[in-house]
């Protein structure tokens, strides 16, 4: 079993819920082992959109990077999630972080997520489910990482909570 975190976000329809049920089918074919409260976020990139809501959880799983990667696209697809453009509104998005200790460069996957150390609506809730996060690459201290970045104002926790919602996660 690796433990995996991921990022997903969603800034269509009705976000909470797509989140919520991008949650209830990850826990399908991987195990929950933590998820971090919901935050509102400003859209990076292009901004004539809505505002993004966002969590990280954590997994644990036996598949392969690439496998889990498939796994993602697949549920994303399921939910709707059509391309667009990039930074564009998403339905929901789910983005690999980190994959253990492993180190991935595929054209497709790159693992640690080659922009994860860039962005708060990552980090933050990253730290909240794991202060002592070390950027598998970087190895530099998730709390390190957030003191560098400008934009600490663009993020916001929401009372909303998915942890309540799923049975057996502490």
Do not use: W
Not at 47 to 58: H, I, K, R
Not at 145 to 160: K, N, Q, S, T
């Amino acid at each position: 079993m690796v433990l995996v975190y991921l990022s997903i976000g969603s800034n269509l329809g009705f976000r909470y819920s797509n989140i919520r049920s991008a949650i209830l089918e990850i826990n399908k074919f991987a195990s929950l082992f933590a998820i971090s409260s919901v935050y509102s976020t400003k859209p990076a990139g292009f901004l004539a959109q809505p505002y993004f809501l966002n969590v990280v959880c954590s997994i644990k799983t036996t598949m392969e990077p690439l496998q889990l990667l498939g796994r993602i696209q697949a549920l994303e697809s399921y939910m709707g999630r059509v391309p667009m453009f990039k930074n564009g509104p998403r339905i929901i998005d789910i983005d690999i972080l980190s994959y253990g200790e492993v180190l991935v460069d595929f054209p497709q996957l790159q693992i640690p997520h080659p922009r994860m150390h860039e962005r708060n609506f990552v980090l933050t809730p990253l730290e909240e489910i794991e202060p002592d996060f070390l950027h598998p690459l970087l190895r530099i201290p998730v709390s390190d990482l957030l003191e560098r970045l400008p934009d600490a104002d663009h993020i916001v926790r929401i009372g909303e909570t998915i942890h309540a919602d799923l049975k057996g996660l502490d």
